[in-house]
């Protein structure tokens, strides 16, 4: 039996027999193994969540809106929790996957800490968005079409006050065929290290080839440029997966 308020970490065995193949999705099955799959299939992970608290308080300001945009358990949301140190802050998880948000509150109700988390289930495309001091997208911008990119990053420079910050972390791509290929084969090395089989890594590499959508670090700098940041730098680099800093001018 489950208790849940505590809800059962469970081992991602999710592609481990024959499947159809099938697009992925955020479901109940994902929901329930999301912390040890992430952890096992995205190199930096585990070092990047504890820096989002280094990070977030640096850029948070007294009065402000948090938003962590694609929040699934909330790993992200908890770090930038212990970052912000105003109690006059509002801190918001979005994610469009009724089952993350319903396990998130859990998460957030077992984190001892006093500032209010509101979660929404929402589409991050169309979440309301202002006063922003901090921002974080996750490894959550590779699952939005390229080419609502653009509109949702120029939302969130235009919802960031002067000051203000952007973590984005995605897993990327290269311009070159060589050091593609290179990075994707340690990635998958990485994973299978972390005890994933050839069968799990080829079915998921299929199951995410049409959603997940991995673009260049120079699209990710320009993009973000041009939607309204005046700085973007690379912070965190683990084979094909970053995270970068996006800054307002004060
Ligand atoms: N349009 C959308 N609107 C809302 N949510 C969305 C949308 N598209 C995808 N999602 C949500 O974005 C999350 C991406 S996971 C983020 C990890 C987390 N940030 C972490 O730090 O642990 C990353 C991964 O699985 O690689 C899922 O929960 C989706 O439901
Ligand atoms: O597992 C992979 O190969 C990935 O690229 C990362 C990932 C992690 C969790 C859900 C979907 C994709």
Redesign the pocket.
């Known amino acids: 039996m489950s208790d849940p308020k505590h809800p059962e970490q469970l081992t991602d065995r999710l592609f481990a027999t024959e499947r159809n193949p099938e697009d992925f999705r955020?479901d109940a099955s994902v929901a329930r193994v999301?912390p040890d799959m992430?952890r096992r299939s995205?190199p930096g992970y585990t070092t990047v969540?504890p820096m989002i608290e280094v990070i977030t308080e640096q850029y948070v300001q007294p009065g402000t809106n948090c938003y962590?945009?694609?929040?699934?358990?909330g790993?992200?949301t908890l770090a930038m929790r212990h970052g912000i140190a105003h109690a006059d802050c509002q801190l918001i998880g979005?994610?469009?996957?009724s089952a993350?948000i319903e396990r998130c509150e859990h998460y957030v109700a077992l984190d001892d800490h006093p500032l209010p988390v509101t979660l929404r289930c929402?589409?991050?495309?169309t979440t309301e968005l202002s006063n922003a001091s901090v921002t974080?997208l996750?490894?959550?911008l590779?699952?939005?079409p390229p080419a609502q990119r653009l509109g949702l990053l120029e939302r969130v420079a235009g919802a960031t006050r002067p000051g203000g910050a952007l973590i984005l972390s995605e897993k990327i791509r290269f311009e070159s065929e060589q050091e593609q290929d290179t990075q994707t084969r340690l990635h998958h090395e990485f994973k299978r290290a972390n005890g994933y089989s050839d069968l799990e890594i080829s079915q998921k590499r299929a199951a995410i080839e049409q959603v997940?959508i991995p673009e260049t670090l120079e699209t990710h700098r320009q993009r973000l440029l041009k939607a309204g940041f005046d700085q973007a730098l690379l912070w965190y680099q683990c084979f094909n997966f970053v995270s970068i800093l996006a800054i307002k001018a004060e």
């Open positions: 955020f999301f992430i995205v969540i962590d945009l694609g929040c699934s358990l790993a992200a979005v994610d469009n996957s993350m929402e589409d991050i495309l974080t996750n490894y959550t590779q699952f939005v997940l």
